[in-house]
Nanobody
Framework: QVQLVESGGGLVQAGGSLRLSCAAS????????MSWFRQAPGKERQFIAA????????DYADSVKGRFTISKDNARNTEYLQMNNLKPEDPAVYYC????????????????????WGRGTQVTVSS
């Protein structure tokens, strides 16, 4: 069982930045592919970014490309999401997710494939 705990959410002005963290309890964190999803009120959960178990391969939703950066520190058992130039359409609860990845550079973007989820952290953007 892997426990994930997100942190770093909060209130920021449009155009500002936040850095989300996701701390994992897994002993073998380096074998897990990770991702970030978000869910706004009344909307479905949306894929934001994913990273391979090695940390070398990433994928992003078109809506955040060039603004958000996902990274993974296997030594610290932590995943990050650097969010720059936040926009009024970005507010949501942000969730991190993990799944065991047999392939080192595989990136998974569908929520149904992930086995473990955090409880989320709220991001609010003021205009």
């Amino acid at each position: 069982q892997v426990q994930l705990v997100e942190s770093g959410g909060g209130l920021v002005q449009a155009g500002g930045s936040l850095r989300l963290s996701c701390a994992a309890s897994a002993r073998t964190f380096s074998t897990y592919g990770m991702s970030w999803f978000r869910q706004a009120p009344g909307k479905e959960r949306q894929f934001i970014a994913a990273i391979s178990r090695s940390g070398r391969t990433t994928d992003y939703a078109d809506s955040v490309k060039g603004r958000f950066t996902i990274s993974k520190d296997n030594a610290r058992n932590t995943e990050y999401l650097q969010m720059n130039n936040l926009k009024p359409e970005d507010p949501a609860v942000y969730y991190c997710a993990a799944k065991y990845a047999a392939l080192v550079e595989r990136v998974t973007v569908d929520a149904q494939s992930y086995d473990f989820w955090g409880r989320g952290t709220q991001v609010t953007v003021s205009s």
